[in-house]
Nanobody, 125 residues
Framework: QLQLVESGGGLVQPGGSLSLSCAAS????????IGWFRQAPGRGREGLFC????????TYEASVKGRFTPSRDNTKQTVTLQMNSLKSDDTAVYYC??????????????????WGQGTPVTVSS
């Protein structure tokens, strides 16, 4: 069965960096797009990126552009989110999600099929 497991979250100071991973199993990984999302305390979930089966990506959230970079390794069935220049506003639980369709990046949350359990990121001094 499809499984997604996020890791790499933690406490980091403002201006610091963190790398999150999403390990996938149980499905034909390269034929799925993978999304990165986050949910800050008291706020709704927001989409950050959608990474196609070949590694190209679509940015959903303008505030992370130039600071966060997603990537994927189809041989290892993992997706990474490199986060640099972190701000307190980046504090959230970060999730990855999967949807079948190698190049289809959804416009709506409800189009994503499966979710990981999330990994918390706290940006604070």
């Amino acid at each position: 069965q499809l499984q997604l497991v996020e890791s790499g979250g933690g406490l980091v100071q403002p201006g610091g960096s963190l790398s999150l991973s999403c390990a996938a199993s149980g499905f034909n990984f390269e034929n799925y797009v993978i999304g990165w999302f986050r949910q800050a305390p008291g706020r709704g979930r927001e989409g950050l990126f959608c990474i196609s089966g070949t590694g190209s990506y679509r940015t959903y959230e303008a505030s992370v552009k130039g600071r966060f970079t997603p990537s994927r390794d189809n041989t290892k069935q993992t997706v990474t989110l490199q986060m640099n220049s972190l701000k307190s506003d980046d504090t959230a639980v970060y999730y990855c999600s999967a949807r079948d369709g190698r190049f289809y990046c959804p416009d709506h949350d409800w189009e994503w099929h499966s979710w990981g359990q999330g990994t918390p990121v706290t940006v604070s001094s």
